[in-house]
């Protein structure tokens, strides 16, 4: 490691002085340019930038608004996270939800992005909705390997979002309407040519939905039991930006979104004692009510300045936070003479708070060469309480446990991106990032190199390697993304998760509107943690540090893009076959398969435009089972039936597949108004897909298991009208 770390600096600083060297030269041309025509100048390096500014990047993908409107139909609404599971190398996890496994990651180890900030929670109803609304969403760029030494914090992937800033001339809007959710957008000038706003808004009606169907199950419940609940979520985000030049942009960004589940069940209970005329009857109520409420609220200001021609700045001084409120309460009565009652009430509270300021410079001395370096700091403040009172007739326990930790991350980088040749392109860069949180500092070196050499004309090979620490730890006791889990910082009894990836492949632009895309990867990921206590709901927050055995992880494969595109019909085919395991020695003497070691992912694209009124998409997606860990047989029959366990995860699940159909009908009004209407059919073969296996005795004490399956074929519509 020291010989790699010394040999980047060398690389880096030859580059640099190479740089140094010529700025002079460059320098008096780009004056001499300016003379001439300074507005043609900087167009043609600003354009020729976008162009290769990643071009080195293995495992890179960008999407745009197209991208998330074909092929997730699932209630006709777009996703951006559903359209990002689609792409090789990625496991979606538990069907419906918004889980991101990227090259054999857990979903807490991807960072997100919205406007360069990071987001915690990032779905909604339990990850059926993702909370990034792609009426403003601009474009993203996803990173799954080769990450630009910019981007630090996680070690798994990166979700850059990119927002609109809104029309700084014309005013636009959008309203869509689906089966439980709708959608409004409206952008336009606030000083016409100077500045602009974009404001969109998003709410389900799940709760008006269920309060008819609650009444209705009550109504036939005869033996007493009621039943209550509600559920809704809504997200909202603006953004104003003015233009002082079009050198020098400020921009605020606002977003925040909430979910609030209620679920209330009450049943009447009945007790008695004695016989005939002796006998007692008595009467209670078993209650169970849950409130859980969850979300996020960022806000960021953001500031745009060119300094020179070939000099860019850009600062962003943000809040973000994420909070999640869950509140159980359980009470159970008996009566056999005597009564009994036991209530258990708790509630868990997980808070945490980043203040932060970032700098990013990008210069360009020439455009086939490209440095990027920057500073930032953020100021994290972890929350998490818990609080339980339990009663056993006049008996009462009371338990309280919290943490609070206030944690400083700083990160410098460079970059240096350079055309060694026509054909050979060069990213060297290096990170560093330091934690630090009372009684422990953490410093780590992340050097990142990419090299891309085009053999011939449409035919690049690129390599990568890249290392990528990660200091917050999403504490859980469960494997469900849920509001129980919270976010802790490293100490100094807990090491920061670590990675190493090397990529590399082959990247082809064929003749006849083709293209072929095949790379592999190797990755090694360093102080994993697994829940190693009895089942618990909720963390141990007063000892969580010894709660969790430490391990390791490590997954490799090849991933492989087939497409071709028409001005009308596109068609893609993604294939993955991959290895994802797992090592922790209290647990398993040797690697095992990870609960999400999908051996083999297909998925099938097809966007059809038949008219300027027709459009129509279907995708099919195929990925081995994944992995659970249950009982394989009862030890000593007869006396004591202890369940036996071998190694984690040793059931295989069954294979899962479906098809999506979903199509387009636009029409446009004298106006100009453009109304679209979508219908979609989600699992249209009804494929009852194993989400997870129960596994149950027999009479003979032998076990058996039954899959089940949650989601049938699911229709949908939405309604859309574009102003």
Same mark, same amino acid.
């Given at each position: 490691?020291?010989?790699?770390?010394?040999?980047?600096?060398?690389?880096?600083?030859?580059?640099?002085?190479?740089?140094?060297?010529?700025?002079?030269?460059?320098?008096?041309?780009?004056?001499?340019?300016?003379?001439?025509?300074?507005?043609?100048?900087?167009?043609?390096?600003?354009?020729?930038?976008?162009?290769?500014?990643?071009?080195?990047?293995?495992?890179?993908?960008?999407?745009?608004?197209?991208?998330?409107?074909?092929?997730?139909?699932?209630?006709?609404?777009?996703?951006?996270?559903?359209?990002?599971?689609?792409?090789?190398?990625?496991?979606?996890?538990?069907?419906?939800?918004?889980?991101?496994?990227?090259?054999?990651?857990?979903?807490?180890?991807?960072?997100?992005?919205?406007?360069?900030?990071?987001?915690?929670?990032?779905?909604?109803?339990?990850?059926?909705?993702?909370?990034?609304?792609?009426?403003?969403?601009?474009?993203?760029?996803?990173?799954?390997?080769?990450?630009?030494?910019?981007?630090?914090?996680?070690?798994?992937?990166?979700?850059?979002?990119?927002?609109?800033?809104?029309?700084?001339?014309?005013?636009?809007?959008?309203?869509?309407?689906?089966?439980?959710?709708?959608?409004?957008?409206?952008?336009?000038?606030?000083?016409?040519?100077?500045?602009?706003?974009?404001?969109?808004?998003?709410?389900?009606?799940?709760?008006?939905?269920?309060?008819?169907?609650?009444?209705?199950?009550?109504?036939?419940?005869?033996?007493?039991?009621?039943?209550?609940?509600?559920?809704?979520?809504?997200?909202?985000?603006?953004?104003?930006?003015?233009?002082?030049?079009?050198?020098?942009?400020?921009?605020?960004?606002?977003?925040?979104?909430?979910?609030?589940?209620?679920?209330?069940?009450?049943?009447?209970?009945?007790?008695?004692?004695?016989?005939?005329?002796?006998?007692?009857?008595?009467?209670?109520?078993?209650?169970?009510?849950?409130?859980?409420?969850?979300?996020?609220?960022?806000?960021?200001?953001?500031?745009?300045?060119?300094?020179?021609?070939?000099?860019?700045?850009?600062?962003?001084?943000?809040?973000?936070?994420?909070?999640?409120?869950?509140?159980?309460?359980?009470?159970?009565?008996?009566?056999?003479?005597?009564?009994?009652?036991?209530?258990?009430?708790?509630?868990?509270?997980?808070?945490?708070?980043?203040?932060?300021?970032?700098?990013?410079?990008?210069?360009?001395?020439?455009?086939?060469?490209?440095?990027?370096?920057?500073?930032?700091?953020?100021?994290?403040?972890?929350?998490?309480?818990?609080?339980?009172?339990?009663?056993?007739?006049?008996a009462q326990n009371t338990e309280s446990s919290s943490q609070h930790y206030n944690g400083n991350e700083f990160s410098l980088y460079a970059e240096d991106e350079i055309a060694l040749h026509e054909r050979v392109y060069l990213d060297l860069g290096l990170r560093y990032a330091m934690s630090a949180v009372p009684g422990k500092v953490w410093n780590r070196l992340e050097p990142r190199a990419a090299l891309d050499v085009e053999c011939a004309d449409g035919i690049d090979f690129k390599v990568s390697y890249t290392?990528?620490?990660?200091?917050?730890?999403?504490?859980?006791?469960?494997?469900?993304?849920?509001?129980?889990?919270?976010?802790?910082?490293?100490?100094?009894?807990?090491?920061?998760?670590?990675?190493?990836?090397?990529?590399?492949?082959?990247?082809?632009?064929?003749?006849?509107?083709?293209?072929?895309?095949?790379?592999?990867?190797?990755?090694?990921?360093?102080?994993?943690?697994?829940?190693? $206590? !009895? @089942?618990?709901?909720?963390?141990?927050?007063?000892?969580? =540090?010894?709660?969790? *055995?430490? /391990?390791?992880?490590?997954? #490799?494969?090849?991933?492989?893009?087939?497409?071709?595109?028409?001005?009308?019909?596109?068609?893609?085919?993604?294939?993955?076959?991959?290895?994802?395991?797992?090592?922790?020695?209290?647990?398993?003497?040797?690697?095992?398969?990870?609960?999400?070691?999908?051996?083999?992912?297909?998925?099938?694209?097809?966007?059809?435009?038949?008219?300027?009124?027709?459009?129509?998409?279907?995708?099919?997606?195929?990925?081995?089972?994944?992995?659970?860990?249950?009982?394989?047989?009862?030890?000593?029959?007869?006396?004591?039936?202890?369940?036996?366990?071998?190694?984690?995860?040793?059931?295989?699940?069954?294979?899962?597949?479906?098809?999506?159909? $979903? !199509? @387009?009908?636009?029409?446009?009004?004298?106006?100009?108004? =453009?109304?679209?209407? *979508?219908? /979609?059919?989600?699992?249209? #073969?009804?494929?009852?897909?194993?989400?997870?296996?129960?596994?149950?005795?027999?009479?003979?004490?032998?076990?058996?298991?039954?899959?089940?399956?949650?989601?049938?074929?699911?229709?949908?519509?939405?309604?859309?009208?574009?102003?």
């Open positions: 490691m020291t010989r790699t770390v010394k040999g980047i600096f060398a690389s880096m600083a030859f580059v640099f002085c190479s740089t140094l060297c010529a700025a002079a030269p460059v320098r008096d041309s780009l004056a001499t340019a300016e003379k001439r025509d300074s507005i043609v100048e900087a167009t043609v390096t600003a354009d020729k930038y976008i162009k290769e500014a990643t071009r080195s990047q293995t495992g890179h993908k960008r999407l745009n608004e197209m991208d998330f409107i074909y092929g997730n139909v699932v209630f006709s609404s777009p996703d951006l996270i559903k359209a990002i599971q689609n792409l090789p190398g990625v496991s979606s996890g538990t069907e419906l939800m918004s889980g991101l496994y990227v090259h054999g990651g857990e979903g807490s180890d991807n960072l997100f992005l919205l406007d360069g900030v990071p987001m915690y929670q990032i779905s909604h109803l339990g990850g059926l909705f993702s909370s990034f609304n792609t009426d403003v969403v601009e474009h993203l760029d996803f990173y799954k390997s080769g990450f630009p030494a910019r981007y630090g914090g996680r070690m798994s992937s990166v979700v850059d979002v990119t927002t609109s800033d809104g029309n700084f001339d014309e005013y636009h809007g959008t309203f869509m309407i689906g089966v439980i959710d709708g959608r409004l957008q409206f952008e336009g000038p606030i000083a016409r040519g100077k500045t602009s706003f974009n404001v969109a808004v998003r709410r389900s009606w799940m709760d008006a939905v269920l309060a008819p169907a609650i009444a209705i199950v009550n109504r036939k419940n005869k033996d007493g039991e009621t039943v209550g609940g509600t559920y809704a979520f809504y997200d909202i985000n603006a953004s104003v930006t003015h233009k002082f030049s079009n050198d020098n942009i400020f921009s605020l960004k606002f977003y925040h979104g909430r979910d609030h589940l209620k679920l209330k069940l009450d049943t009447p209970q009945t007790g008695s004692s004695g016989e005939g005329g002796d006998a007692v009857t008595a009467s209670g109520t078993d209650n169970l009510n849950t409130d859980i409420a969850w979300g996020n609220t960022l806000v960021s200001l953001n500031w745009k300045y060119r300094i020179l021609d070939n000099l860019k700045m850009q600062t962003v001084l943000y809040y973000t936070g994420s909070n999640a409120d869950v509140q159980y309460y359980w009470h159970d009565w008996e009566f056999d003479g005597t009564e009994y009652s036991y209530s258990l009430d708790e509630t868990n509270y997980s808070r945490i708070n980043d203040i932060a300021l970032k700098t990013d410079f990008s210069w360009q001395p020439r455009p086939s060469h490209n440095a990027r370096f920057g500073v930032s700091y953020q100021f994290h403040i972890y929350n998490p309480s818990r609080h339980s009172v339990s009663s056993e007739n006049t290392e990528m620490n990660q200091f917050a730890h999403l504490v859980s006791t469960t494997y469900l993304d849920i509001p129980t889990n919270c976010w802790l910082p490293s100490t100094s009894k807990v090491a920061p998760m670590h990675s190493r990836q090397v990529a590399g492949g082959v990247y082809c632009r064929l003749p006849h509107n083709l293209r072929l895309n095949i790379e592999g990867w190797y990755k090694t990921m360093d102080n994993l943690l697994e829940y190693s $206590g !009895a @089942n618990s709901l909720f963390p141990p927050l007063d000892r969580w =540090e010894t709660s969790f *055995n430490k /391990g390791r992880g490590r997954s #490799y494969g090849l991933e492989t893009e087939f497409g071709w595109r028409t001005e009308k019909l596109a068609l893609t085919a993604y294939y993955t076959l991959s290895w994802s395991q797992r090592k922790f020695n209290a647990v398993w003497h040797d690697w095992y398969s990870h609960r999400h070691d999908n051996r083999h992912k297909l998925t099938l694209m097809g966007n059809w435009k038949v008219s300027n009124t027709v459009d129509l998409y279907a995708s099919w997606n195929y990925n081995s089972g994944g992995w659970m860990t249950v009982a394989t047989h009862i030890y000593n029959p007869g006396e004591v039936f202890d369940r036996i366990y071998t190694k984690p995860n040793n059931v295989n699940l069954p294979d899962y597949h479906r098809l999506d159909l $979903g !199509a @387009n009908f636009r029409k446009t009004s004298k106006g100009g108004k =453009e109304h679209i209407w *979508n219908i /979609g059919i989600y699992n249209a #073969y009804c494929r009852k897909n194993v989400v997870f296996v129960a596994v149950n005795e027999r009479e003979d004490k032998s076990l058996y298991g039954t899959g089940r399956a949650i989601f049938p074929i699911i229709p949908s519509f939405s309604y859309t009208l574009k102003f």
